[in-house]
């Protein structure tokens, strides 16, 4: 199984990123506008639509307010994975940074490139978005593994 992973350095407090974030039905359309076309919600399942025209199911399996982690899984989408399982977490840097890391782990292991690729390209207009709402201009991106 291949694991994606990337971090990203974000002016704007942990509170402020959890706060889009663990929005499950909402957080995909805040945080990604231009790179996420649309996100419905049915139950606990919702349907992110991104403008390339992937569409994606994701069920939620958890949100752990504490570690200010969101975890959900991918039970359908048109590159039709065997398995990918996601997490997003917050955690705190300073006083007025936060450092997004964000898990991709899929099946088959050849989705890992598009899959790099595709959260490089969002984490660019999450950066872009979150420090905009909260009024801050520079992140750094960080890159771990893939």
Same mark, same amino acid.
């Given at each position: 199984?291949?694991?994606?992973?990337?971090?990203? +350095?974000?002016? *704007?407090?942990?509170?402020?990123?959890?706060?889009? @974030?663990?929005?499950? &039905?909402?957080?995909?359309?805040?945080?990604?506008? &231009?790179?996420?076309?649309?996100?419905? =919600?049915? !139950? !606990?399942?919702? @349907?992110?639509?991104?403008?390339?025209?992937?569409? *994606?199911?994701?069920?939620?399996?958890?949100? !752990?307010?504490?570690?200010?982690? @969101?975890?959900?899984?991918?039970? &359908?989408?048109?590159?039709?994975?065997?398995?990918?399982?996601?997490?997003?977490?917050?955690?705190?840097? &300073?006083?007025?940074?936060?450092?997004?890391?964000?898990? %991709?782990?899929?099946?088959? !292991?050849? +989705?890992?490139?598009? =899959?790099?690729?595709?959260?490089?390209?969002?984490?660019?207009?999450?950066?872009?978005? =979150?420090?905009?709402?909260?009024?801050?201009?520079?992140?750094?991106? @960080? %890159?771990?593994?893939?």
């Amino acid at each position: 199984m291949a694991s994606v992973q990337r971090e990203l +350095l974000i002016e *704007a407090t942990a509170e402020e990123v959890w706060s889009v @974030i663990r929005d499950f &039905g909402g957080g995909p359309d805040r945080m990604a506008p &231009g790179f996420v076309s649309s996100t419905s =919600l049915e !139950d !606990d399942v919702r @349907i992110v639509t991104f403008t390339d025209g992937t569409v *994606a199911r994701e069920r939620l399996v958890t949100i !752990d307010e504490e570690a200010r982690r @969101i975890v959900y899984a991918v039970i &359908g989408d048109t590159l039709q994975p065997v398995h990918d399982n996601s997490s997003m977490q917050v955690l705190p840097e &300073g006083t007025d940074h936060s450092r997004l890391v964000w898990i %991709h782990d899929v099946l088959p !292991d050849d +989705l890992a490139k598009p =899959l790099a690729a595709a959260m490089e390209q969002g984490f660019a207009v999450i950066k872009q978005t =979150l420090e905009s709402a909260y009024g801050r201009e520079e992140a750094h991106a @960080i %890159h771990n593994g893939s």
